[in-house]
């Protein structure tokens, strides 16, 4: 079974508007993290946001927020005022932080997303 | 700082040659790893280490090798190289969340 699903190969939003990016996930660890991770069409991979399992709250990071829902399995990246920078591929992950120890990273398969003017 | 560095960026192999790809960071991080990238799919975990001088197998460890003699590099070697292991190498570290390198594009003819 995938551990980390991401249901959206594509997604367009209009500059300016607000997106969701939707992530569930699939876990038996009692402390696990979830995070997004951005890639440009540049390739690198860069830290957006970070949500811990026993985190009350959900995380925010300037425009983007991360709607954790712990009964569902979901952690959604919702990104406010798209602009046209935010095009690239959006992954979601999980560090299960017990039942391996590695503390390693398990990806979903992306979500294209385009900004468009 | 430089964060998490790989070198080469970009490297043609024949389908059995041999090559090391260096990871290099200066974060003073315990945890290293290494990743592949296929088109249309997310990062799979090759090799980690947990420290300096040991290394354990990830989800697909098969025709690689990976040694860490110092705390700052993680080295993974391909002794054989395959069409199969086209792809691009990310290398990252950690203490918490984790930081990546720019990737190694690699392409095995």
């Known amino acids: 079974a995938q551990k980390i699903t991401q249901t959206q190969p594509g997604m367009f939003v209009q500059e300016k508007e607000a997106v969701t990016l939707d992530c569930t996930y699939d876990?038996?660890?009692?402390?696990?993290?979830l995070f997004w991770y951005k890639q440009p069409s540049s390739g690198e991979m860069i830290f957006l946001i970070y949500?811990?399992?026993?985190?009350?709250q959900n995380a925010t990071e300037g425009r983007y927020s991360l709607n954790f829902q712990k009964a569902r399995k979901s952690a959604n990246l919702v990104i406010s005022a798209s602009q046209l920078g935010d095009s690239a591929m959006y992954f979601c992950a999980m560090r299960e932080e017990v039942v391996t120890g590695r503390r390693a990273l398990t990806f979903g398969s992306g979500t294209r997303l385009q900004v468009q003017p | 700082n430089a964060g998490v560095t790989q070198t080469p960026k970009f490297r043609v192999l024949k389908t059995g040659q041999s090559m090391t790809l260096l990871c290099a960071q200066d974060m003073n991080h315990e945890y290293m790893y290494w990743y592949r990238q296929d088109p249309g799919m997310g990062l799979r975990l090759i090799h980690y280490?947990?420290?300096?001088?040991?290394?354990a197998k990830g989800e697909v460890p098969d025709g690689y090798n990976v040694s860490r003699l110092k705390k700052q590099n993680f080295l993974l070697g391909l002794e054989s190289a395959a069409p199969s292991q086209t792809s691009v190498y990310f290398c990252?570290?950690?203490?918490?969340?984790?930081?990546f390198g720019p990737g190694t594009r690699l392409l095995v003819l």
């Open positions: 280490s947990v420290g300096e001088g040991t290394t």
């Open positions: 876990t038996s660890d009692p402390s696990y993290g």
């Open positions: 949500q811990g399992s026993y985190d009350q």
């Open positions: 990252a570290s950690s203490k918490g969340t984790q930081y």
